[in-house]
């Protein structure tokens, strides 16, 4: 726990990152990228959760709010939260304030 811990302070003290909205990007070049792995998480653009590309919440939203990272550092510098179904653990801790 605690080295999560000193991942997400050394995250949280970087510089934003820019995000991948899906209205700007095509079908293609999102699929590619998800195989080369340069997006493995996926968010709400307004709520600010992200979550796993397989979560069921995730795949539910409007293509107008989805919003794709690289990594979890990269969702939390821009101020997502993390999504209470797919990502429990990091929720709780998200959820305890120890974010």
Same mark, same amino acid.
């Given at each position: 726990m605690m080295h999560y811990l000193e991942k997400l302070h050394t995250i949280l003290s970087q510089d934003r990152i820019e995000m991948i909205t899906h209205i %700007? !990007?095509? /079908?293609?070049? &999102?699929?590619? @990228? =998800? +195989? @080369?792995? %340069? =997006?493995?998480?996926? $968010?709400? +653009?307004? &709520?600010? =959760?992200? $979550? !796993?590309? /397989?979560? $069921?919440s995730g795949k539910k939203m409007k293509r107008d709010n989805r919003i794709f990272f690289s990594t979890e550092s990269n969702a939390i510098q821009n101020g997502f939260r993390p999504c209470g179904h797919c990502m429990k653990q990091q929720y709780q801790t998200w959820k305890n304030g120890l974010i």
């Open positions: %700007e !990007t095509t /079908q293609t070049d &999102l699929h590619k @990228r =998800i +195989r @080369r792995q %340069e =997006i493995r998480l996926g $968010g709400n +653009r307004k &709520l600010k =959760i992200y $979550g !796993t590309l /397989q979560c $069921g």
